[in-house]
Structures are given as structure tokens and as C-alpha cells.
């Protein structure tokens, strides 16, 4: 079929949007949003502004947008040096107001992704972030979730209300899913150094997040879809996860069998192949590994799928805060002493609070 003279100028015109994001990117001279500035986004932020761009924060706290505007860090990954030597360069700025998308030309939303009481995923946040920034969306703009969520988001959930604008995602709109890795606390791995696994809706919405990613990314990891980005990021948590279960399970069949769990890992561990030590604990703390794997048992439950891994390590990770009380209860005892009035130093309270154990 013969192409048309409308067809061909369109096409051309798609070219040139194309064209024009990707050499701004190269340049270092695209406008860059970061959308939530918690532990995700503010670390990402000041790594562009590292890497030359300018950056614009944008997040519903006043407190956060305050303290940024200042120069003061709120992220313990985030150097204050660092933050305050970029607001005063005036690499890196922030708002409340989400009007200034229309300026941007690449937007990352790193939005919290909670779970509901009933362990089912809380997309509130990723809604309310594109009913924010959807009535200010050009031609020519790359949108990236960052945000951990189940496989498929990006493309049932993201897509739909951006081809309602009559965007043609791929043409003059692109959108990619990039899952965040952060380790809070970690002085190795920080958002320059962890490799960063990118997935497009179309080749070029790949190929241009790919891009962004490089100028302030050791490694980029295409993939080829966002739904395989969004997978993959399922599959890193929910391994830990179920190992983290595994240990937990062998510590309580160690205490029955009276063997130190300590020492049958460390005999373990000394296997060069084949093994990689995981180590029990009062319960499972952070953002992610509480919280992510239930993302993808929901998703595949919605499917006629039961994931009976996930579930398990769910069920001996949740019982291990009272599992620790029972053990605390047991030493005090075998020093004569009973629990109430006994005065309990615990680091790494949080795995108790979350799971309403009061001491």
C-alpha cells in the first residue's frame, strides 16, 4: 500500500520529536522531573544533577520541597555536601506545583506503591502522580515509573489514560518502566553503580529511557518490555524473600535439634558453588521485601495462579517478631528473670512494630 503525502509528513514530524528528545538527552541538556523525592527519587535526582542536567523535584510535601531548597539532606544516601553544591548551582530545584511537567522533558515518578490491609497492591500513589501530571503532558516527553509494582502496570495502567489525551505512545509520548534499586545504607552500591534494568512500551521508548539512564548510570540493562522490567524487579525481592524464610524455618528446626544455626551456616557457606548464605532474623524490615512479593502473588492470583512459595515465606517471615519475643521470653527465664519489668535493648525495632508486638 502506497503511503500518502499526509502519512509521510507525519511520520517525518514523529522523526523529528524523536530526534530531538534523544540529541537533548545526549547534550545534557534535557529537562529533567523527578517525581517523589523520598529514598528513590531524591538520590536519583542528585545523581542527574551530578551528571550536568537540570533537575526538577517535585513532591506534595512542603517539608521535603523546603529542606531541598535549602540544601539540607532529609536521605541518609544523599551527602548533604553533594545536595547543597547542587541547589546552589542551580542544578537541582523543587515544587509543589506540577505544572512546570509541561516544561520537562523526561519525567520519573518514584511514588510509594503500599499494600491495602488485606495484602493487595495500593496503587493510590502511582494514580494520583498521572491524575498530577497528565494534564500537563506534551509531545515529546519520556515518562519512566520507577515505582515497584506488579507486571503489567505500565501497560494496563499507564498506557490507557495516556492514549485517552491522544498521545501515540512511541511517537510523540514515550513510556518505560525502570524498576528502583536502592539499598538504603549501603557505602558499595548507590544509584550510580547498581545496574539499572530498563523496559519501553515501543523499541524507542527503550532505546530513549536507555539513553536518559546512561548519562548518570554505570550500567543500563535493556529489556523487552515494561513488563519484563517489572518482573524482574518482582523476581530480585521475592527471592530474598523466600530465602530469608528458608533461613528463618532452619533456625526453628536448629533450636529443636539443639544446633547452633549460626555455626550449620557458616559450614554451609564454605561450599565455593552451588550455595549463598541467607541468615535468620525477628521478622523482614525495609520498603520492598515485605511488600513486593505480595504484588506478584495478587497479580497471578487475579490469573488462577497460586504462588504457594510466596505465601509460605510470608507466613514464617510474619511469625518471626513473636517467634523472637518467645526466645527473649526463654533467656530471661533462664536467668531467673520474667519479662515484664525487664528492661529489652532491641535494634531493628521496626520488623516488631510492624507486626504489633508490644514490649
Not at 102 to 121: A, G, H, Q, R, Y
Not at 214 to 221: K, L
Amino acid at each position: 500500500m502506497l503511503q500518502t503525502v499526509e502519512d509521510f509528513i507525519e511520520e517525518k514530524q514523529e522523526q523529528k520529536i524523536y530526534e530531538k528528545l534523544r540529541d537533548l538527552i545526549k547534550q545534557h541538556t534535557a529537562r529533567v522531573a523527578i517525581v517523589g523525592l523520598g529514598s528513590v527519587g531524591l538520590p536519583e535526582a542528585v545523581e542527574f544533577a551530578s551528571a550536568g542536567f537540570t533537575v526538577t523535584g517535585i513532591d506534595v510535601s512542603k517539608e521535603k520541597v523546603s529542606k531541598l531548597l535549602l540544601g539540607i539532606s532529609y536521605i541518609q544516601d544523599v551527602p548533604q555536601e553533594q545536595l547543597c553544591k547542587m541547589v546552589k548551582a542551580g542544578k537541582l530545584q523543587a515544587t509543589t506545583d506540577f505544572s512546570c511537567i509541561s516544561e520537562m522533558d523526561t519525567i520519573t515518578i518514584c511514588v510509594p506503591t503500599p499494600l491495602t490491609k488485606s495484602k493487595e497492591p495500593d496503587m493510590s500513589f502511582i494514580v494520583s502522580a498521572m491524575e498530577h501530571i497528565k494534564g500537563y503532558l506534551r509531545p515529546g516527553q519520556l515518562i519512566v515509573l520507577e515505582s515497584t509494582t506488579y507486571p503489567g502496570t505500565t501497560v494496563e495502567l499507564l498506557l490507557p489514560e495516556f492514549t485517552k489525551l491522544n498521545f501515540k505512545i512511541g511517537e510523540d509520548l514515550f513510556l518505560a518502566f525502570s524498576p528502583e534499586r536502592v539499598d538504603p545504607g549501603n557505602g558499595c552500591y548507590y544509584t550510580k553503580n547498581i545496574p539499572k534494568v530498563v523496559g519501553g512500551v515501543t523499541e524507542r521508548c527503550t532505546e530513549l529511557a536507555t539513553l536518559l539512564y546512561q548519562q548518570a548510570v554505570d550500567t543500563v540493562v535493556p529489556v523487552s518490555s515494561p513488563s519484563v522490567a517489572e518482573m524482574a524487579k518482582l523476581l530480585e525481592n521475592t527471592f530474598r524473600s523466600v530465602n530469608i524464610g528458608l533461613a528463618n524455618e532452619f533456625a526453628m528446626m536448629c533450636k529443636v535439634l539443639k544446633l547452633n544455626v549460626w555455626e550449620v551456616i557458616k559450614a554451609a557457606s564454605s561450599k565455593p558453588f552451588g550455595f549463598m548464605p541467607f541468615y535468620p532474623g525477628p521478622g523482614v524490615g525495609g520498603h520492598c521485601i515485605p511488600l513486593d512479593p505480595y504484588y506478584l502473588s495478587w497479580k497471578t492470583r487475579m490469573l488462577g495462579f497460586e504462588s504457594r512459595f510466596i505465601d509460605l515465606a510470608g507466613q514464617i517471615n510474619a511469625q518471626m517478631p513473636a517467634y523472637t519475643v518467645s526466645l527473649t521470653m526463654d533467656a530471661l527465664n533462664d536467668s531467673n528473670k520474667c519479662l515484664r519489668n525487664s528492661h529489652i535493648h532491641i535494634m531493628g525495632v521496626i520488623s516488631f512494630c510492624n507486626e504489633g508486638i508490644a514490649l
